[in-house]
């Protein structure tokens, strides 16, 4: 167990309906991080949050949203879905806004898997 | 983002030395050199990372060249558990949030 809760584990809709994946990042971790793994294009960034407050944007689709609650979880809604949104969904989180700053390594959770159909 | 090349497998023998290459011949000064594994229906993990010497943790120990045009993470004895894809990827310090995943290597274990 990593500390990075996600759920659900697994996801399965039609194309065209609204999911919401849900994330708990590892204790005391104040950033959270969104990636998408797909059989073609591998693992891809999509968004962090900080503390509540978007930092960082990647190949995240203008249908999909995130964000973070003053709890800290995260929660990454994803609309009018597509056969080609079917992917692993994975939820890193992180002590510190800048990482990289500091060379810390992220934190991931095992995912949600989404399947469109 | 600069590059990295990694072999897209390798095989290695259970309690067997294993060492998993990584070329990144445009790397810049400050990039930093990280590696992640990712096993069979898990998130990627942090395994280690350096800059220009070479780092030991209790998972494995990084080997960068006096060039830091490659490295090589080195599993001491590799046990079946280890059955992973090793991701080598840079970090300019102070750069983009984001970790930019290569294809990475996939490394069988055989008992």
């Known amino acids: 167990d990593s500390g990075v809760t996600q759920t659900p584990k697994h996801l399965i809709t039609a194309t065209g309906q609204r999911v919401t994946l849900r994330c708990s990042p590892r204790s005391g971790d104040l950033s959270v991080y969104w990636y998408q793994q797909s059989l073609d294009q591998g693992l891809q960034f999509l968004i962090q949050y900080y503390n509540g407050e978007e930092r960082a944007k990647g190949n995240i689709l203008e249908r999909f949203s995130a964000q973070q609650f003053p709890d800290l979880h995260s929660e990454l809604n994803l609309s009018s879905l597509e056969l080609g949104d079917s992917a692993l969904y994975f939820c890193?989180?992180?002590?510190?806004?800048?990482?990289?700053?500091?060379?810390?390594?992220?934190?991931f959770g095992s995912g949600t898997r989404l399947t469109v159909v | 983002d600069a590059k990295t090349t990694q072999p897209n497998s390798m095989e290695s023998n259970e309690e067997e030395p294993v060492h998993l290459p990584c070329n990144h011949s445009t790397i810049s000064g400050t990039d930093y050199i990280h590696w992640y594994r990712q096993l069979p229906s898990q998130g990627p993990e942090y395994v280690i990372h350096g800059l220009t010497s070479n780092v030991n943790n209790r998972m494995a120990s990084l080997a960068i060249a006096e060039d830091r045009k490659s490295s090589t993470l080195i599993l001491h004895r590799a046990t079946l558990r280890d059955a992973a894809v090793y991701y080598c990827?840079?970090?300019?310090?102070?750069?983009?949030?984001?970790?930019?995943f290569g294809k990475g290597t996939k490394l069988t274990v055989n008992p």
């Open positions: 990827i840079l970090r300019l310090q102070g750069g983009s949030e984001k970790l930019v």
């Open positions: 890193a989180s992180s002590v510190q806004e800048k990482s990289v700053l500091y060379n810390y390594g992220y934190t």
